[in-house]
C-alpha cells in the first residue's frame, strides 16, 4: 500500500511538473509567419537580448536607489557576548588586593540608529530621479536603435527578394535566347559563336542566382539575431502591401531640434548628476547628526548554571554629532574637482550638438543623393526595357547581331539591380534623417 501511495504521489508531481513548464512555455512570445514588418518590430521589442539587458539594468537600478535610500530607515542591530575569565584582574585598595569581577559574563545589546543629518543620504535622495531617467534613457536608446536596425534589415532582405526575381526573369530570357540560338546554329543560320555566347550567360546568371541566395540566407540570420531567434528556427517574412517607394516620402523642412535626441538627454542627465555631486561635497562640511537608543542585558556569576539567573540591566538614549574640522582641504581639493567635471561635460554637450549636426547633415546630403540615384535608376528602367524590347525585334528580324541582343539585356539586368540598390538606399538614409532628427517611433 505504502508503494503504491508513493507511485501515485510521484505521477501526480510528475504531472503538476509538465503541466506547469506547458504553461511556461505557452506564454512564451511567439512570431508569427509571415511576419510583416510591424511584427518584428514588434517582436524584438519585446525580445532582443539588448533590450532585456536594459530592461534588467532598470531593475538594478531600482535596488540600487532603495538600498542608498535605506539609510533613512532605523538601523537596529543586536550583539551578545559571553566570556569565562581564567584569572581575574586584581585591584589594590587602601593596602589590600581585592579580586574584581566575576568568572563568567554575557550580555545581549539591542541598538537602534536613526541617522538625522547625512551628506551621503541626501545625495542619494536627489540622485534617485536621475538615476531612474538615465536607466530609461537607455532603454529608450535600445529601443530606436532596435526599429532602426530590425526595419534596416527588413528592406535589405526585401531587396534580396526582388533582386532574386529580377534574376530569375533574366535566367527564363536567357534560357530562351540559348535554345533559339541552339536552333539557329542546328539549321546552320548562324556559326556556334551566339550558341556559347548565350551558355556563358546563362551560366553566369545561374552562378550569380547562386550567390544571390547564399547573400538573402545571410541576411535571415542576421535579423533572427536582431530578434534574438535562434538560428535553427525558422523564419518566413511576408512583403505583401509593401510599397517600397511609397515609403522613401520624407518632409525635408522639419527643422532639427537637438533637445529631440536620446543622446543628448542622455549627457543633459549625467550634467545634472554631476551637479549633484557638487552640491554632496558642499555638503560634506554638515555635521553628521544621528539619535540612538539602546537596552542591555547584563549577566554575571562565578557559577556558571547560576549564569542567567540574574540580570542587571542597562539602556540609554542620546544624540551623536560628527564634525571634520579640518581634513586637509581634501573637501575643497573635491569641490573644484567636480566643479571641473561639469565644466567637461559642457564642453561634451557642445560636442554632441556640433556632431548631431553634422550627423543630420549628412544624413539629409546622402538622402537626397540616393533620391537623385533613385530617379535616375527608375528612368533608365523604362529606357532600358524600350531598348531591349526593340533590339530583341530587330533580333529576331535578322537585323541585330546577339552581341547587341546580349548588350541590351545586360544593360535592362543591370539597370533592374540598381534600381532596387538606389530604392533600399533612400529607404536607409531616410531612417537615418528619422534617427538624426530623434522622431523614430517606438513602443511604450
Aim: aromatic share 8%; with cysteine.
Amino acid at each position: 500500500m505504502n508503494m503504491k501511495f508513493n507511485f501515485k504521489r510521484m505521477y501526480s508531481l510528475l504531472f503538476f511538473a509538465v503541466a506547469g513548464c506547458s504553461a511556461i512555455f505557452a506564454q512564451q512570445p511567439t512570431l508569427n509567419a509571415n511576419a510583416t514588418l510591424d511584427d518584428l518590430i514588434n517582436y524584438a521589442l519585446r525580445n532582443r537580448i539588448e533590450l532585456q539587458q536594459a530592461q534588467i539594468d532598470q531593475e538594478i537600478g531600482e535596488r540600487e536607489i532603495a538600498s542608498a535610500l535605506s539609510g533613512w530607515f532605523p538601523q537596529i542591530q543586536a550583539t551578545g557576548s559571553l566570556s569565562h575569565a581564567i584569572q581575574l584582574p586584581t585591584a589594590n585598595i587602601n593596602g589590600q588586593d581585592i579580586t574584581m569581577g566575576q568568572r563568567n559574563n554575557s550580555g545581549l545589546t539591542l541598538q537602534a540608529d536613526q541617522t538625522l543629518i547625512s551628506p551621503e543620504l541626501f545625495q542619494a535622495s536627489k540622485a534617485a530621479q536621475f538615476i531612474r531617467q538615465g536607466n530609461d534613457l537607455q532603454l529608450e536608446n535600445v529601443k530606436i536603435n532596435t526599429v532602426v536596425g530590425v526595419s534596416k534589415a527588413y528592406y535589405d532582405i526585401l531587396t534580396s527578394e526582388e533582386q532574386i526575381k529580377i534574376i530569375l526573369e533574366n535566367i527564363v530570357r536567357l534560357e530562351r535566347q540559348h535554345a533559339e540560338a541552339a536552333a539557329r546554329y542546328e539549321v546552320g543560320l548562324v556559326d556556334k559563336t551566339d550558341y556559347k555566347r548565350a551558355q556563358i550567360s546563362l551560366n553566369n546568371a545561374r552562378a550569380e542566382l547562386k550567390s544571390a541566395r547564399e547573400l538573402r540566407k545571410y541576411k535571415y540570420e542576421y535579423l533572427k539575431m536582431l530578434l534574438a531567434i535562434p538560428t535553427d528556427q525558422s523564419l518566413s517574412l511576408s512583403f505583401v502591401d509593401q510599397n517600397m517607394e511609397a515609403s522613401i516620402v520624407l518632409d525635408t523642412t522639419e527643422l532639427l531640434q537637438i533637445a529631440n535626441r536620446v543622446e543628448f538627454r542622455q549627457l543633459d542627465n549625467l550634467k545634472q548628476i554631476q551637479k549633484l555631486n557638487t552640491q554632496y561635497h558642499k555638503w560634506n562640511f554638515l555635521p553628521r547628526v544621528g539619535a540612538y537608543a539602546n537596552y542591555s542585558a547584563n549577566y554575571r556569576n562565578n557559577a556558571f548554571p547560576d549564569l542567567y539567573r540574574d540580570n542587571f540591566p542597562a539602556s540609554t538614549v542620546g544624540l551623536s554629532l560628527s564634525l571634520p574640522i579640518f581634513q586637509g582641504t581634501r573637501r575643497l581639493q573635491e569641490i573644484r574637482k567636480s566643479e571641473l567635471l561639469e565644466e567637461r561635460l559642457e564642453l561634451d554637450i557642445q560636442n554632441l550638438e556640433n556632431q548631431i549636426s553634422t550627423e543630420y547633415s549628412s544624413a539629409m546630403a546622402l538622402y537626397r543623393a540616393n533620391m537623385n540615384d533613385w530617379k535616375n535608376a527608375k528612368e533608365n528602367i523604362e529606357l532600358s526595357e524600350e531598348v531591349y524590347n526593340t533590339i530583341k525585334l530587330q533580333y529576331d528580324a535578322g537585323v541585330k547581331t546577339y552581341l547587341d541582343l546580349m548588350t541590351a539585356e545586360t544593360n535592362l539586368k543591370t539597370a533592374q539591380i540598381n534600381y532596387l540598390n538606389a530604392l533600399y538606399a533612400v529607404l536607409s538614409s531616410k531612417l537615418d534623417i528619422q534617427k538624426a532628427l530623434g522622431a523614430v517611433a517606438i513602443a511604450n
